[in-house]
Nanobody
Framework: QVRLVESGGGLVQAGGSLRLSCLMSGARFDSFVMGWFRRIPGKEREIVASISRNGVNQYYPDSVKGRFIISRENGKNTVYLQMNNLKPEDTAVYYC????????????????????WGQGTQVTVSS
């Protein structure tokens, strides 16, 4: 059974940086498209990044493009989210997600397409 565990959240001042990590166990990591999502209180869960199985392709919505970077180390079963120039509106619970996929180059946006989720990690950005 796939298990995802996030780490790296915390409190940071506006303009600061954080790096989130997500470790997968229970499955072959390089078989999965990986994504990061966030849930802001009172809003729907939204995607902040997705990365293909081979790491070649990434997706970012406009709200984080140029500030967040997703990467993965298949040898370590880990996906990362580097968050730079953080803003108070980035405050949310961040979740990693995994989708088993046949293509090495696909990224995935809809939350409903992902098969497994972590428990989430809180990121708070103070102004």
């Amino acid at each position: 059974q796939v298990r995802l565990v996030e780490s790296g959240g915390g409190l940071v001042q506006a303009g600061g940086s954080l790096r989130l990590s997500c470790l997968m166990s229970g499955a072959r990591f390089d078989s999965f498209v990986m994504g990061w999502f966030r849930r802001i209180p009172g809003k729907e869960r939204e995607i902040v990044a997705s990365i293909s199985r081979n790491g070649v392709n990434q997706y970012y919505p406009d709200s984080v493009k140029g500030r967040f970077i997703i990467s993965r180390e298949n040898g370590k079963n880990t996906v990362y989210l580097q968050m730079n120039n953080l803003k108070p509106e980035d405050t949310a619970v961040y979740y990693c997600a995994a989708q088993r996929h046949a293509s090495s180059y696909t990224i995935t946006r809809p939350a409903g397409s992902y098969d497994a989720w972590g428990q989430g990690t809180q990121v708070t950005v103070s102004s």
